[in-house]
């Protein structure tokens, strides 16, 4: 393998000249940084293969640069190798979240520095052939697995492809029905065409009457195309009457048109399950809903097609290798059983979020004893948030709860606020507003 542009950033010269020397005689091209200012500067002019970014530094941090490397796109090209004398493991989890190969200790082993080296850019040069090769490869949408119940899921999309009816995808939080949708529009005869997604909340508010502008140009746009709407059973009245126009009628009338406009919308309807409660307390049009129910696919819980999670680790270990550049790690036989045997009240969302975990963390093979410890602490986090304290008022009580809630569907979207705020029904800024005021981080929830 043939030695490539390595850039070290650190404020001791001593440090600095001597890694310097190091890999210069290592066949290196070697840049070096004083302090964030020139790091910048280098990056930008010398596109390095390799950073030694060290965590500490007089004007600009190493986290704070690693966040403008990922901004600015560096680490596609680049492998960052953090470097700290007094790092701790939230220094290190943070720093690979944002992208970084690897996390040293100071004082720095030399030898250690060289091997780390070789493997970056070794991964590096890997992951560039691996981006090659999935752009070459088409894109994974079809449902993962060996099941019976994932076997039927394809053969359906199969059959769906041939006609363009709506369709209401039921499933618990977690289970993929987001990405069986997308899946029934990329088989569609309607591929080349847009495909639109909306929680309910957002389409809500686009069927107010000051948006009509935005809703007509929405509308505009996805003509041949597909309307996929999560949480269905939260849309408005105004909401529901739009999409009973297009389902039933093939048109629609907006606020001030004399006749009605006809459309050719595909709508995909998504609900955990509580849109038949919501048409039985009348809070859903009965005819809408049996519309959609005409074609209502099912998608089953984790827990009853466990046999496919060897298939599901595979599929996202090489996600988050490929896309976010983690380390690759085999799970061992025992580790795949453990896994097979939890039973998942998060579902797929659970288990891509816990082998992202898993990949950060360590290096090497997963075994089953890792898998143990790491399930253990998932089930004492929940058992811990079942205990009720009848020694507080109610509200406070409440106010426990929604922290705990809150907190959990962070943990399952990887602390992605807008994602939580639209699982929850929450609106955003009102979901900002209520982490302030419980005192949660978003990005490391407790």
């Known amino acids: 393998?043939?030695?490539?542009?390595?850039?070290?950033?650190?404020?001791?010269?001593?440090?600095?000249?001597?890694?310097?020397?190091?890999?210069?005689?290592?066949?290196?091209?070697?840049?070096?940084?004083?302090?964030?200012?020139?790091?910048?500067?280098?990056?930008?002019?010398?596109?390095?293969?390799?950073?030694?970014?060290?965590?500490?530094?007089?004007?600009?941090?190493?986290?704070?640069?690693?966040?403008?490397?990922?901004?600015?796109?560096?680490?596609?090209?680049?492998?960052?190798?953090?470097?700290?004398?007094?790092?701790?493991?939230?220094?290190?989890?943070?720093?690979?979240?944002?992208?970084?190969?690897?996390?040293?200790?100071?004082?720095?082993?030399?030898?250690?520095?060289?091997?780390?080296?070789?493997?970056?850019?070794?991964?590096?040069?890997?992951?560039?052939?691996?981006?090659?090769?999935?752009?070459?490869?088409?894109?994974?949408?079809?449902?993962i697995g060996k099941s019976k119940a994932v076997i039927q899921l394809r053969e359906t999309l199969d059959r769906l492809s041939k006609f363009t009816m709506p369709i209401l995808v039921t499933g618990e939080p977690g289970t993929g029905k987001h990405h069986f949708g997308q899946a029934i529009h990329k088989t569609s005869q309607r591929a080349q065409n847009m495909l639109r997604e909306f929680h309910a909340q957002d389409f809500n508010i686009l069927c107010q009457p000051d948006n009509q502008g935005n809703l007509k140009k929405a509308l505009r746009e996805l003509r041949q195309g597909t309307l996929l709407i999560g949480h269905i059973e939260q849309l408005s009245e105004s909401a529901q009457a739009l999409l009973a126009g297009i389902v039933l009628n093939q048109s629609y009338q907006l606020e001030g048109q004399e006749e009605p406009m006809s459309t050719d919308i595909r709508l995909i309807a998504l609900s955990r399950g509580d849109i038949e409660d919501a048409v039985n307390q009348r809070k859903f049009r009965e005819d809408l809903y049996q519309r959609l129910k005409v074609m209502q696919i099912h998608i089953p819980a984790l827990r009853q097609h466990t046999e496919d999670i060897p298939e599901l680790i595979d599929y996202f270990v090489n996600h988050f290798v490929t896309l976010e550049g983690l380390e690759y790690r085999h799970f061992s036989v025992p580790a795949q059983n453990i896994l097979r045997q939890h039973n998942w009240p998060g579902n797929l969302k659970e288990l891509q979020n816990l082998i992202q975990r898993l990949l950060i963390l360590g290096n090497d093979e997963v075994d089953d004893e890792e898998v143990k410890e790491i399930i253990n602490q998932i089930r004492s986090k929940d058992s811990a948030g079942e205990v009720v304290d009848t020694s507080v008022p109610l509200k406070t009580a409440k106010e426990q709860f929604e922290g705990r809630y809150i907190s959990q569907l962070l943990r399952e979207t990887g602390g992605n606020v807008s994602e939580t705020a639209k699982r929850s029904g929450v609106d955003r800024t009102n979901l900002y507003r209520k982490l302030k005021n419980l005192g949660i981080d978003p990005k490391n929830p407790q």
């Open 1 to 143: 393998m043939k030695p490539g542009k390595l850039l070290i950033v650190d404020d001791e010269k001593d440090i600095r000249s001597l890694m310097e020397e190091i890999f210069a005689e290592e066949g290196y091209q070697v840049e070096t940084a004083a302090n964030g200012v020139q790091a910048q500067a280098a990056w930008r002019k010398f596109m390095p293969d390799i950073i030694f970014l060290d965590v500490w530094m007089p004007d600009i941090d190493g986290i704070s640069l690693l966040k403008q490397m990922h901004e600015e796109g560096v680490l596609e090209h680049s492998k960052v190798i953090m470097m700290s004398g007094h790092g701790t493991i939230e220094t290190a989890i943070e720093a690979t979240r944002l992208g970084a190969y690897d996390f040293l200790e100071k004082p720095l082993s030399l030898a250690k520095l060289i091997v780390t080296a070789e493997r970056a850019l070794e991964h590096s040069q890997l992951h560039q052939e691996n981006r090659q090769l999935k752009q070459k490869q088409p894109e994974q949408y079809l449902p």
